[in-house]
Nanobody, 121 residues
Framework: VQLQASGGGLVQPGGSLRLSCAASGRTFGTYAWFRQAPGKEREFVATISASIGRTWYADTVKGRFTISRDNAENTVYLQMSSLKPEDTAVYYC?????????????????WGQGTQVTVSS
């Protein structure tokens, strides 16, 4: 079982990036994105139920980020727009078997390796 995150990079404030997380080895019920900035604790970003598509966002990204999934490809995406310097962090995708979205990282059993997002001019 593996989660492979990609798509990070350097972007100017106000710009956009799309992160991808490809899952292999099994089908999951729920995916999520978390992030961790230097010197800070890991925080929830967004989650989606793979079966019903229900989503949930952190208040800090609501209206700017969109989580989506492609069940055929077993891939989840995080479209990030209107990026701010405070969005700079390592972004991690996570997955679990339950179909119910969750904002709690300790409820996710599988984690990707992380991809760096840097928002700077």
């Amino acid at each position: 079982v593996q989660l492979q995150a990609s798509g990070g990079g350097l972007v100017q404030p106000g710009g956009s990036l799309r992160l991808s997380c490809a899952a292999s080895g099994r089908t999951f019920g729920t995916y999520a994105w978390f992030r961790q900035a230097p010197g800070k604790e890991r925080e929830f970003v967004a989650t989606i139920s793979a079966s019903i598509g229900r989503t949930w966002y952190a208040d800090t990204v609501k209206g700017r980020f969109t989580i989506s999934r492609d069940n055929a490809e077993n891939t989840v995406y995080l479209q990030m727009s209107s990026l701010k310097p405070e969005d700079t962090a390592v972004y991690y995708c996570a997955a679990r078997m339950s179909p119910w979205p969750s904002t709690y990282g300790n409820l996710f059993d599988y984690w990707g390796q992380g991809t760096q997002v840097t928002v700077s001019s």
